[in-house]
């Protein structure tokens, strides 16, 4: 079946580093993804990255993919008080519709 | 441009009555998803259409709720019998074939209360 597994809280002082992990059940998901929530605002799509590469660099974040133990991570390097949020973890499944399956989300807290 | 809207933005109804809420996805946009969050989780899916037809509805829980699309742009999530475990913020997003990572693009949502 399909799953998809984050840990539900992270909490991270202004300037270092935050870490979200998620574990993903369905090995033939082409792309995964991360969502960010604010208050008030809709789901908006972070980064994604393709199921045969390890790794994808965009600006302050990295995204690493082991496919072998099906895990995903979200770094975030000089974290800010302004990326405070919920952090989804999704994949796309074995449907060619595009229909996505979520964790339920890794709140990120950031102290300043 | 405009993103995706929801109608309305909050909605309380009685156990057992029936609602409607709107969809507008972005303009020429032929995929429109519905996906339901409860409190502390992550969206999870209802219905997906491509164009007019609902190509994957596989995720409506049951018979009450039902959703249509006439014109392939305005969607309609119809629940009839409202109970109150149908409270959660239901989520709209579209997405363009022509983006081959299927990016959706989320609404506010519509927040129901079943009172």
């Known amino acids: 079946g399909e799953d998809v597994e984050q840990s539900l809280f992270l909490s991270v002082r202004e300037g270092d580093s935050s870490v979200i992990n998620c574990t993903y059940t369905d090995s033939s998901s082409t792309y995964l993804y991360w969502y960010k929530q604010e208050p008030g605002a809709g789901l908006q799509l972070l980064t994604y990255i393709f199921s045969n590469m390890d790794m994808k660099q965009d600006q302050r974040l990295t995204v690493l993919l082991n496919k072998k133990d099906k895990h995903l991570s979200l770094r975030i390097a000089d974290t800010q008080t302004g990326d405070s949020a919920i952090y989804f973890c999704?994949?796309?499944?074995?449907?060619?519709?595009?229909?996505?399956?979520f964790g339920q989300g890794t709140t990120l807290q950031v102290k300043p | 441009g405009a993103g995706v809207s929801q109608t309305p933005s909050n909605k309380v109804t009685e156990k057992g009555k029936y609602v409607e809420l709107r969809c507008d996805p972005i303009s020429g946009h032929t995929a429109l998803y519905w996906y339901r969050q409860s409190l502390g989780q992550g969206p999870e899916f209802l219905i997906y259409?491509?164009?007019?037809?609902?190509?994957?509805d596989s995720g409506l829980p049951n018979d009450r709720f039902f959703a249509v699309r006439p014109e392939g742009s305005v969607s309609t999530l119809k629940i009839q019998r409202t109970e109150r475990g149908d409270s959660a913020v239901y989520l709209c997003a579209s997405s363009s074939r022509r983006s081959y990572i299927y990016e959706q693009y989320f609404g506010p949502g519509t927040r129901l209360t079943v009172t």
């Open positions: 999704a994949e796309s499944g074995s449907s060619n519709t595009g229909k996505l399956i």
């Open positions: 259409f491509q164009g007019t037809g609902a190509a994957d």
